[in-house]
């Protein structure tokens, strides 16, 4: 009898997840089909003159052991935060999370393969940008965050909130309904809806509540306040102790420490990458999918186009989907009853586009004259397209060539086919470049140079066509050898770690001979902890 094979589309978390727990716990061959020529999805690293992009930002935390373990197993962690024993050099146990309530990390050996191959602990730090000052994010009340609010501002805020806690709207239609709901119409206005329209790119009343189920679950005003009192007024240590835990009732939107590969996060996906390669498995570059076969609620094969034209088929008796819905259902051979295909049509994706600009320094510092400390800047100002910024430097110095540049990353929002998506690397810089300038972050005349990277499909929208994504899910899960996972693959805009525990849980369903999938969309709806990026 010859092997059975499973293939798998997409080269991302999902896809290589599902790739390596196959290698490692079945006798299924695995084989990867990706339709670019870069490893890791959208958790690729880009490499520019020696400076490399993380596309989106990923901080490696999960409040999933499973996960952790996985991680930690293929890149163990500095030797500078800990020493082989689980113990840092003090002799204290590596722990990881929030003010007053912390995991412990599982050891790992002492030497790592690969010195360059490990995780970092790294601090994690975000703010607002609004009014051309920082502010704390999540909103913290600080007195600083008062003062730059200005007293009118406050009073409104808090009469607001008050109003939104005593009447609040009955039904949570809308992410706007959702986040008025925890935080007051004026509190939303300052800090939420422009950010999130040019996310989005549409007002946030159109947008269904289950992005922010989903995203922001359980963050509201009043934890953030519960927040600061935990983080100002802590308990004993004996306290402390007994809520090792506990970590796993707050938001990841809190977080203090992450893990982070030196390299970026492809370096890790590229490790695995390799072992499936050694463990018979295949991955192959540059084959995009075009035809999925089907014939009696089975996939058969799979067919992609390679570069020189060439139309290779591989036969299936698996398939693990992380590829677009949307183009999945083009792709199969017999089309799709008329009522999933129009669904399917009516999904939206938001794109994104990334500048990254190498500058001598910055115009803004902290308090005390040193660089920014920030992984990530939203910029909530209307008077620029720009969302957010990254400080490459501060997710790992590894990912500068020079250490005394600054190396960050301008994301920009937009839809394929909008006049952005549509400028020429030059025009993308100028407007990244101005823009920046703009808003007083950094000078022009101290770039030093600049790379573009465009990304489709980035983010699976929660409007269109999307309430009626039961029929499509009802027709797929019929297809009995067919897995979706992954963002994209489920169009759930899921984190890195729960992309991955769909693809463990695929997995198990195989070696447990479940047929039912539900146990895979459960994932992300009812799960511990949801994080806002």
């Not at 935060?81 to 840092?88: D, F, L, P, W, Y």
């Not at 913290?140 to 009118?152: D, E, S």
């Not at 540049?405 to 690397?425: H, N, P, R």
């Not at 849980?505 to 539900?518: F, L, M, P, Q, Y």
Request: proline share 5%.
């Amino acid at each position: 009898m010859s092997q059975q094979q499973a293939i798998i589309i997409g080269a991302g978390p999902a896809g290589l997840t599902a790739a390596l727990e196959l290698v490692r716990r079945t006798e299924i061959r695995p084989i990867v089909l990706e339709a670019t020529n870069a490893i890791g999805g959208l958790s690729r690293t880009v490499e520019y003159k020696g400076n490399r992009m993380d596309i989106g930002g990923h901080r490696f935390f999960s409040k999933s052991d499973r996960v952790m373990q996985w991680w930690l197993e293929l890149m163990p962690l500095d030797a500078s935060a800990r020493n082989g024993t689980g113990s840092n050099r003090n002799g204290e146990a590596v722990q990881i999370g929030y003010h007053g309530r912390q995991r412990e990390l599982p050891s790992t050996p002492s030497a790592p393969e690969d010195p360059e191959r490990v995780m970092l602990l790294r601090p994690r730090r975000s703010r607002i940008y609004f009014l051309r000052r920082f502010f704390d994010y999540p909103i913290r009340l600080t007195p600083r965050t008062l003062l730059n609010l200005g007293p009118v501002r406050t009073l409104h805020a808090g009469l607001s909130y008050l109003r939104a806690a005593i009447l609040p709207r009955r039904e949570e239609r809308t992410l706007e309904d959702f986040l008025v709901n925890r935080f007051g119409h004026q509190l939303y206005r300052l800090f939420f809806e422009s950010y999130t329209e040019k996310v989005w790119g549409v007002p946030c009343n159109k947008i269904g509540a289950e992005w922010g189920a989903q995203r922001i679950k359980g963050l509201s005003l009043r934890g953030l306040v519960h927040h600061f009192f935990k983080s100002h007024f802590r308990r004993p240590p004996s306290a402390q102790n007994a809520e090792t835990i506990a970590q796993k009732q707050l938001e990841t939107s809190l977080i203090e420490q992450f893990l982070y590969p030196k390299l970026g996060p492809g370096q890790l996906w590229e490790h695995v990458a390799e072992l499936v390669r050694q463990g018979n498995g295949e991955v192959h570059l540059g084959l995009p999918v075009d035809r999925v076969v089907v014939g009696q609620d089975r996939v058969t094969a799979v067919e992609a186009i390679a570069s020189d034209g060439r139309r290779m088929s591989f036969a299936a008796d698996y398939v693990f989907s992380t590829m677009p819905v949307q183009e999945l259902i083009r792709a199969f051979s017999t089309p799709a009853p008329e009522d999933v295909q129009s669904v399917s049509e009516g999904l939206v994706y938001r794109d994104f586009i990334t500048v990254g600009l190498l500058a001598s320094k910055l115009a803004v510092h902290e308090k005390d004259g040193s660089q920014l400390r920030d992984n990530w800047i939203y910029i909530q100002e209307p008077d620029v397209q720009v969302g957010r910024v990254q400080i490459f430097n501060n997710w790992s110095p590894a990912l500068v060539a020079d250490e005394k540049t600054v190396w960050m990353g301008l994301e920009y929002f937009c839809y394929e086919g909008d006049a952005i998506w549509k400028m020429s690397d030059d025009e993308m810089i100028a407007l990244a470049s101005e823009e920046i300038a703009r808003i007083g972050i950094l000078r022009s005349e101290d770039i030093l140079d600049a790379h573009v990277v465009r990304v489709p499909k980035t983010y699976p929208a929660y409007f269109g066509s999307y309430d009626q994504f039961d029929r499509i899910r009802d027709y797929t899960d019929g297809i009995e050898n067919l897995f979706l996972i992954g963002r994209n693959g489920m169009h759930k805009y899921n984190n890195q770690d729960h992309s991955m525990l769909t693809a463990m849980t695929a997995v198990d369903n195989i070696e447990r001979g479940i047929t039912d999938k539900s146990n895979l969309w459960s994932i992300n709806t009812e799960m511990e902890y949801n994080e806002e990026k």
